[in-house]
């Protein structure tokens, strides 16, 4: 009778552990889906004007203490380590990689490429002013400098209907060389706005980032002052994407995808023998 009780008990051990070993294995197989679809998301704008790539950050979940780090083992003894058990990993963040990216020359003379820090401020239809890395600017029907997306810069610079050429400085002077007159005009100023965490900013889609808390409110400056870049016209500031890279952690992911679904595998297969045998 005693060795029955033994054995249920030996294998109802078994079952516990291998159950949580299943659960950790599937918060593996979460993490892992989310950092292909962080590695998916950086492929499919390697060609956008201005992205900053993200990478997924992750953290391991709590700890079931079965034996205390340092406990007593007996009055005058601490054991050196303890017994802790994992209950797997959790995805804390997601985060915007801000390096630059490199700056590719496209002899337009309404893009411009921010060479260093910064953000292009842009009023948005409510009100707001969100940012961008955007710098491939365009003409409206009333002459207003905008992105691709017809979103104004902030503040506005109006270029004349009758301009004969327009010139962006690195300091971002706009300035327009009018008939009539051999020296040119000047049009107005592009700002940059620079933050305490871009990495912080919340980015929203069309190639735009929206302050945050965690961001810090912008700070408005001249480019080519202080900490702020300056602005090459004539060029664009591709993507930081660097296929190779993604396409290994593409390849790490996978590896650990199918590693965590071994695991999973295995369990099953531990169930399957402690159930056949009662």
Known sequence: MLSILLILLIFSQVIIMTERSLWVAKT?????QTRMAVISNNLANVN????KKDRAMFDDLMYQNIRQVGGDTTQNI?????TQLGTGVKTV???KVHTQGNVQQTDNALDVAINGRGFLPILMPNGETN???DGSLKLDSTGQLVTSGGLTLNPAITVPADAMSVTIGTDGTV??????TTAPSNLGQIQLANFINPTGLQAVGDNLYRESAASGAPILGTP???EYGTLNQGSLETSNVNVVEELVNMIEAQRAYEMNSKAISTADQMLSFVTQQL
Not at 28 to 32: I, M, N, P, T
Not at 78 to 82: D, E, S
Not at 175 to 180: E, F, N, R
């Open 175 to 180: 300035s327009a060389l009018l008939p009539g």
């Open 48 to 51: 956008t004007i201005g992205f």
């Open 28 to 32: 593996g197989l979460d993490a892992q």
């Open 78 to 82: 601490q054991a050196p380590t303890g």
């Open 131 to 133: 940012y961008t890395r």
């Open 93 to 95: 963040s997601t985060e």
């Open 224 to 226: 080519g002052q202080g």
